[in-house]
């Protein structure tokens, strides 16, 4: 048993095992979903893609992990996202160890935002904490008033108001397929990140990828509401641990918690370079 970064050469075998794993994905969704990888801007050091574990040569395990340098308080920090593990039946004696091994950078935030049921123990016994119970899912109409706020869609390479840091992220999140914002009242500019989604197949919608902190959203989630809401998507949904002041909606406990292990407890609102973000996960 040997345990490796995936590289180039193992997508085609990997994307097999996946497939594999998860019935309702095909081959090519994975081989979409490593292309995505393959673009994004990896940290020195680590891996491009994530983890294999091989034996005689074969992939019998893997996880995808989407490394970031996030930029948090002024400091650069890396946040990895572990995402779509799968270990082969005859192998899941080994799977523990495999997902530990991930795990062994002690400088770095680990999040987990979409685990299945089935892993949750594992997760506990892996040192991660739940830092997002559940959903908020904030109600936007057409007819809400702006309070003179302005609302951009980031399009093209046209000049932001804000850092290299954020520019490139709303910049990033556009080519994702995901809707980068930004409001402006007077001289101030805040960034915002959304995913449009569909709500149990049915209620379209869209999910607050990034902002600064959930106080800015709701400063602005009337413009904000009403720019959705005339597009069709009448919800927003926030991570949230329980009812938000300031927002109209209903909180849904238990529904898409996220984890994290590390010494950087993840913002509420901040899903950015996640598997969420990425491939709408």
Not at 61 to 78: D, E, K, P, T, Y
Not at 100 to 113: E, F, P, R
Not at 171 to 181: E, P, Q, T, V, W
């Amino acid at each position: 048993m040997h345990r490796r970064q995936i590289t180039d050469a193992d997508i085609g075998a990997v994307a097999d095992l996946l497939a594999e794993g998860f019935r309702r994905s095909t081959r090519q969704n994975w081989l979409n979903i490593f292309a995505k990888l393959s673009t994004h801007n990896t940290p020195s050091g680590f891996p491009k893609y994530g983890y294999l574990m091989e034996s005689k040569g074969v992939p019998v395990a893997a996880i995808l992990v989407v490394s970031s340098l996030m930029h948090m308080n002024g400091v650069a920090r890396v946040r990895c996202n572990l995402s779509s593990w799968y270990v082969s039946p005859a192998f899941r004696s080994y799977g523990p160890l495999f997902i530990s091994g991930a795990l062994k950078s002690t400088d770095v935030t680990y999040i987990n935002v979409s685990p299945a049921p089935h892993t949750l123990a594992i997760l506990q016994v892996q040192g991660f904490s739940r830092y997002s119970d559940g959903q908020f899912l904030a109600f936007a109409t057409p007819f809400t008033p702006s309070g003179g706020a302005r609302v951009e869609l980031v399009t093209g390479e046209l000049a932001l108001p804000f850092g290299a840091a954020e520019q490139e992220l709303l910049r990033a999140h556009a080519r994702y397929g995901c809707m980068s914002l930004w409001c402006a009242v007077g001289d101030e500019a805040f960034p915002f990140v959304f995913r449009p989604r569909t709500l149990r197949g049915l209620l379209p919608c869209c999910q607050l990828i990034y902002c600064r902190n959930i106080q800015e959203f709701v400063r602005f989630a009337k413009p904000i509401g009403r720019f959705f809401a005339r597009r069709g998507r009448p919800l927003i949904m926030i991570d949230a641990n329980g009812p938000i002041p300031g927002l109209s909606g209903k909180y849904v406990d238990g529904f898409l918690p996220k984890y994290f292990k590390g010494a950087e407890r993840p913002s509420l609102g901040d899903l950015a370079f996640t598997e969420t973000a990425l491939f709408g996960i």
